[in-house]
């Protein structure tokens, strides 16, 4: 083939983008979506993993637990496992008046059993060693706060020669540090020291306070980064269901009980609100791109929840199931459209 047809060929190939948003155990819708992309992906290729459709997948909170678990090549079905089956030691049963005595001086839940799992189920498909951020099979974006210098952190693979650090990370505490979501987890810190290099993060916290739907960070990590054209993108997005966040004026005063406990509505808020304004983003700058032939594909995957929203700490089998069944919904009107596009070359 003439290397001039080679070249126009490489500059048209699409640059393939995952994003999963945050939202809890409401992972598992997400977690179900991708399970059946992966059954349906199977068919026409069955050696091929999740990972090999996607140059580049991000994830924040809980879509960051996936994100690393899909780039690291574990099974999607899996992932609905490890969410079905852990929920309740991550979110144990709290009682009221004890919990609610707790969470005046430290968060509702403690995260030594969330790393112990994450750590775990890494480093299974890793040959029993705890995984790096190197070890993605694909690139990985995963938004976290960095509460020891109050900056945003994008903790990234090695894909840019400016990353010098974060690729040496584990990747169970890149996961915890962007999970880590003010007044139900306390905020990561930890130590590292591996054959890549040794250091220490500090307070890292959830990401999702500025980028609980990372679709916008994809987006520009592949232009400003990778140099890849807006055209030439392919985006695909999974959100984790949406609340409708109603505030009436005959409920009880608005105190401090109120926004935070039993159920921290101020952080549901946040979370909810910044993944809408998102969305509008990205529906707004492709308007703006289409007027230019230059817009990218866009596929977003969203459930949108009544008076009947399930919390981000849920743990109860009838939730479980009903997340799922939501995920299974999702995949049906979504899945076979996702999948030709990733077959299609």
Request: net charge positive; aromatic share 10%; hydrophobic share 35%.
């Amino acid at each position: 083939m003439p290397q001039h047809i080679e070249d126009v060929m490489e500059q048209d190939k699409k640059f393939r983008i995952l994003s999963i948003d945050g939202g809890g155990i409401r992972g598992l819708i997400p977690a179900k979506i991708l399970a059946e992309l992966e059954s349906q992906l199977s068919i026409a290729d069955p050696n091929k993993k999740l990972y090999d459709y996607f140059d580049l997948i991000c994830g924040t909170s809980t879509g960051a637990i996936l994100a690393i678990g899909v780039a690291l090549g574990i099974p999607a079905k899996d992932l609905v496992k490890f969410y079905k089956e852990h929920a309740k030691a991550i979110f144990p049963k709290w009682y009221f008046f004890s919990r609610q005595a707790k969470a005046l001086i430290s968060p509702i839940y403690s995260n030594k059993q969330l790393r112990r799992l994450l750590k775990d189920t890494y480093s299974r498909t890793n040959n029993g060693r705890d995984p790096l951020l190197n070890d993605m099979k694909t690139k990985v974006c995963i938004p976290s706060f960095n509460g020891n210098t109050g900056e945003i952190n994008i903790l990234k693979t090695k894909h840019h020669k400016d990353y010098t650090r974060d690729y040496k990370l584990p990747a169970y505490e890149v996961a915890l540090s962007s999970a880590s979501a003010p007044v139900y987890f306390p905020p990561n810190s930890f130590t590292y020291d591996n054959e890549l290099g040794s250091g220490f993060n500090i307070n890292m916290i959830d990401g999702g306070i500025f980028a609980n739907n990372p679709s916008l960070i994809g987006l520009l990590e592949a232009t400003e980064k990778l140099s890849i054209e807006f055209k030439n993108i392919e985006l695909v997005s999974l959100g984790t269901g949406r609340g409708k966040q109603i505030i009436k004026k005959n409920w009880l005063p608005k105190n401090f009980w109120y926004w935070f406990l039993p159920k921290p509505r101020l952080l549901d808020i946040t979370l909810d609100s910044q993944s809408q304004i998102t969305e509008q983003y990205i529906l707004f700058i492709n308007r703006v791109l289409k007027k230019h032939n230059n817009a990218f594909h866009y596929e977003r995957v969203q459930y949108e929840f009544g008076d009947d929203l399930i919390d981000l700490n849920a743990s109860k089998p009838s939730d479980m199931n009903k997340l799922e069944a939501i995920g299974g919904e999702l995949a049906k009107k979504h899945v076979y459209r996702i999948s030709n596009l990733l077959n299609n070359k």
